[in-house]
Every structure is written in structure tokens, then in C-alpha cells.
């Protein structure tokens, strides 16, 4: 599966928020630092897209692939009465795609996660755990990758 | 064109608070009534549906690409600085894709519109009058039908 190799720097604001979990053939994939929900984030590594419109058929085809990849496995592996999945991009304009598993039980339920308040940032080795948890889970899919783009391009 | 012709019920809680503008060979295209925002939301017309991973992989293709359509269309003919498109269900299970025209400017900027509090109901010549620009905008996509589906799958 080829990956994107096109030049790209994620936001500095989702540098600061998330983990980087690893990388699918267009996008990123970040865990948001935020322990109160499982929070995953893919942003397509391409440089200037800020509307899933302004990707090209091809690029959208490969997103909505790799959103419901990150859906599925949310759904199946993780306590999730619905998922949340948004691009909305009013503070960090960088094409990003939220996927976030809701449940009844959770915080803000049924109200939606964003401006509910301060997060709670993962311990160390919650963080390291579900990174490897979701890096596991996602060495099933086509073209994943844990190291940075390069790397997968070499293998 | 051919358009979804499976037995499918619009949610009670959506008929009531949207107008419906027509439908696209997947989704049925409705408008929210809250004048605050140009907010258009499309539903997939697949009975039981709730989130986007359970379509097929040729129902997933469609809903991305009415979704473009409508995402492109607001972004050109309305003032928008962002477009906000979501799938949540938190309330309403049935699924339905949120498409929001956020301008820097409006009522929540940068905050989310769900939850901000009650919406302006359109009078009924702007939606009227609005119900016609969006209809006139889509006429050019293929498939695009103001009247029920039925009445479109005889022409």
C-alpha cells in the first residue's frame, strides 16, 4: 500500500494535544491526550488541506477508508454506545478527523466532547499501554505503520 | 442515477426539526430550522443504519461524495470561514451527517453549535426562499430530486 510521501508538518497544536500512534497510507494517526475518552484523531498528510472537499476523489476515497478503519476497530475493541466522528477545524485549521467513542455513561453524555471542560491527561503507562494497544490492533491494516513515513516507505 | 429504493422512515425528532430540501441517489437532504447557521444535514436512506463503518463499501462511496457536494456548495454560495461536518447521533441514533457553515463571526465562533442553546426558526419566506437556492444549487448534481424519491424513480 503506498503512502503519502508528499512534504507535510502536522499542526503545532496537535503536536502539543495528541501521541502519535502511527501512520496509515494518507493519514496520521493521533491519540488525543485526553484519558476521559478513547480519542483518536487521523489528519491527512496533506500540506494546506484544511475541507475534506479540497482533497482530491482519490485522497477522499483513501480518508473515508481509513476512518472507518479507525471506526471499526473504536467500535469493536473499545466500551462505545456511538462513535462521534467530525472534521471541524475552528481552532486548529489543519484537516483533522475526530473519532471519538461515547457512552452513555461518559462525562458529557449526551452532549458533545468539545468545551466540556479540561481533559485528564494519560499517566505514562496508561499512555504507553493503549499506544501499544492501538498499534497492535492497527498492524491488521493494510499499510499501517508505528515508525514515521520513511521508514514504511523502505519496507 | 439510480437512487436508494429501500423502505426507509426519516426519525420523528429530524422531521421535526428540519425541512426537507430533496434527495441525492443515497441521502435525503434536510435543512436545520435554526436561522443562525446555513446547516444542512443528509441522511442516508438505509433503515438502521447509525454509523458510517456499518454501510457498504459502494453506500460509504455515495454518502462521501453527497457529502462533498454539499460541503462544496455551502462553502461556495454561503458566507462560511469553516465548514463543520459531523456524524454524532448521540441524541438522534439514526445516522445523519451534520454540514455547518461556522463564519468567524457567528454566534459560537470558535466554540461547537451543538448545545449552544435554542435556535432562530426560519420564517417561513426565508425558508422558502432558501429551501429554492439550495434546490436551484443541486439541481446540477447528478441525481439530485426535490420530490420524494418515489416520483424521482419515474422520471
Not at 100 to 115: K, S
Given at each position: ?7 507535510f ?5 496537535l ?8 501512520y ?10 485526553d484519558a476521559?475518552?478513547t480519542?483518536?484523531?487521523?489528519v491527512?498528510r ?11 476523489d ?9 476512518s472507518?478503519?479507525i471506526?471499526?476497530m473504536i ?6 454506545d ?5 472534521a ?8 483533522h478527523?475526530?473519532h471519538?467513542a ?5 462525562l458529557c453524555?449526551?452532549g ?9 491527561a ?11 494497544t492501538?498499534q ?12 514515521p ?7
Amino acid at each position: 500500500m503506498q503512502h503519502i510521501a508528499e512534504p507535510f508538518e502536522l499542526a503545532p497544536q496537535l503536536q502539543q494535544d495528541c501521541f502519535v500512534v502511527g501512520y496509515l497510507p494518507l493519514c496520521q494517526v493521533l491519540l488525543l491526550n485526553d484519558a476521559n475518552f478513547t480519542w483518536v484523531v487521523l489528519v491527512p498528510r496533506i500540506a494546506g488541506a484544511t475541507e475534506i472537499f479540497q482533497l482530491s476523489d482519490s485522497h477522499q476515497s483513501m480518508l473515508l477508508q481509513e476512518s472507518s478503519v479507525i471506526a471499526r476497530m473504536i467500535a469493536e475493541h473499545f466500551p462505545c454506545d456511538k462513535l462521534n466522528i467530525a472534521a471541524l477545524g475552528n481552532i486548529v485549521s489543519q484537516l483533522h478527523i475526530h473519532h471519538i467513542a461515547r457512552r452513555r455513561d461518559d462525562l458529557c453524555w449526551p452532549g458533545v466532547v468539545w468545551g466540556y471542560g479540561q481533559g485528564r491527561a494519560y499517566q505514562t503507562h496508561e499512555k504507553n499501554t493503549l499506544l501499544q494497544t492501538l498499534q497492535n490492533l492497527l498492524s491488521h491494516s493494510p499499510g499501517f505503520c508505528s515508525a514515521p513515513v520513511d521508514s514504511c516507505a523502505d519496507e
